[in-house]
């Protein structure tokens, strides 16, 4: 009896350590385990921040803040931006800017998690509203402004004027009565910016290009709209261009656009230069005196810093009364009618003479190296179609 009870006291004795042992081991797990996680969320900490997980003893002793409060770095763990974690936490009743305990950090990492979700949904509703937008301008793409491509277009009101001249050269007469329905007329004439987009898309390229310079005219291969053998900016008229050039500029233009551009006739061409300036121009080039052209046009007895040089930027000088440039002067300028010797048969309603496929057709206005009553708005000159040259350029019209 005496043994049974010495063993059950030898049990009951063993069962208590290792009851003991048991609950030491399973305290030393659980502290391990908090020590491997802080050492990982501790990973991004600078030498700085690990100055702030230590805390002073009243002794003035260091110890590690680990074994203190189980505190952790918040930020380091989210590895986020510290200034977005400021804004974004700054109402919260933890301050997750900071150290804090680990069921504290749960909670913060709850709070970005939920912030996150509801920062995607903004971004979401964002993408929404930038689609919409994208569609708007889409639209507004597919509207673009013609003016982008050959800019401003002047409103020319519909009228009667007498075309030609009877005392003028012969190709110039009869003097007739022309009727004129309303359109619009190109402000300036093409410039080479605007020229260049269909170049580029298209790949257009023009050489063979008869130059005038200074005397000397010739017709170089490599002459060009690109380089016409002077100094050429993107804002001068583009030249070297022939008649079916143009066409076909045109031709891609109204793909481009939509609308019905065109090259104006003989009838408007002259109507919208005879009414802007009131026959000033011719009068002054007729009389001799020239005072008041001087500085006015780009010709080659205009009195400007470009006569007999080169093309001038459009736009270098006053608009007529219209608010067109350049209607005397700088580029000659291609119409659409077929060449007649006389205006015997020249219609009466402001339309262009056309003969199919004609070999010559007529250009207008003068240019740089013309004498300044060849700039005149009645003068008319026979160009084959086919022909490029260094002084002839265009502007367009379009139905109203």
């Excluded at 689609?131 to 277009?153: F, I, P, T």
Aim: charged share 25%.
């Amino acid at each position: 009896m005496k043994k049974i009870v010495f063993l059950l006291g030898v049990v009951i004795v063993a069962l208590y350590f290792f009851s003991k042992d048991a609950s030491r081991n399973e305290s030393d797990s659980d502290s391990n385990a908090r020590e491997k996680f802080v050492t990982t969320s501790t990973e991004f900490i600078t030498a700085e921040q690990e100055e702030l997980m230590k805390v002073e003893k009243g002794n003035g002793e260091q110890e590690d803040i680990n074994n203190k409060d189980d505190v952790i770095k918040i930020k380091p763990l989210l590895n986020i931006d510290a200034d977005k974690t400021e804004k974004s936490l700054a109402n919260d009743a933890i301050d997750c800017s900071t150290e804090v305990s680990f069921q504290q950090g749960s909670e913060c990492i709850q709070s970005e998690l939920d912030r996150s979700d509801l920062n995607r949904s903004d971004l979401n509703q964002f993408d929404l509203n930038r689609s919409a937008l994208d569609e708007q301008e889409s639209d507004a793409d597919e509207e673009k402004s013609y003016e982008d491509y050959v800019g401003k277009m002047i409103d020319i009101p519909a009228g009667e004027f007498m075309m030609g001249c009877n005392d003028c050269y012969p190709n110039q007469a009869p003097a007739h009565q022309v009727s004129i329905d309303a359109f619009k007329l190109g402000e300036k004439e093409i410039t080479v910016a605007q020229f260049s987009l269909y170049a580029e898309e298209t790949g257009f390229e023009s050489e063979n290009c008869r130059i005038h310079f200074s005397n000397q005219h010739g017709n170089p291969t490599n002459a060009s709209w690109r380089h016409p053998y002077f100094n050429q900016g993107r804002q001068q008229p583009v030249v070297c261009v022939s008649y079916f050039d143009v066409i076909q500029y045109i031709q891609w233009l109204n793909d481009k656009t939509g609308k019905s551009f065109r090259l104006p006739s003989e009838a408007e061409w002259e109507y919208a230069a005879r009414r802007g300036d009131g026959d000033a121009f011719e009068q002054e080039a007729y009389s001799g005196s020239h005072l008041d052209i001087y500085n006015l046009a780009n010709c080659r007895d205009c009195g400007s810093r470009w006569e007999y040089s080169q093309t001038a930027p459009v736009g270098s000088f006053p608009a007529n009364k219209l608010g067109i440039y350049d209607m005397h002067g700088n580029a000659s300028e291609w119409v659409q009618d077929c060449y007649q010797e006389n205006y015997l048969n020249a219609p009466t309603d402001g339309g262009a003479v056309q003969q199919g496929n004609c070999p010559t057709r007529v250009v207008r206005g003068g240019s740089w190296y013309e004498l300044m009553i060849a700039s005149t708005a009645t003068i008319r000159i026979i160009k084959k179609a086919a022909s490029r040259n260094n002084g002839i350029g265009f502007r367009l019209a379009l139905n109203e």
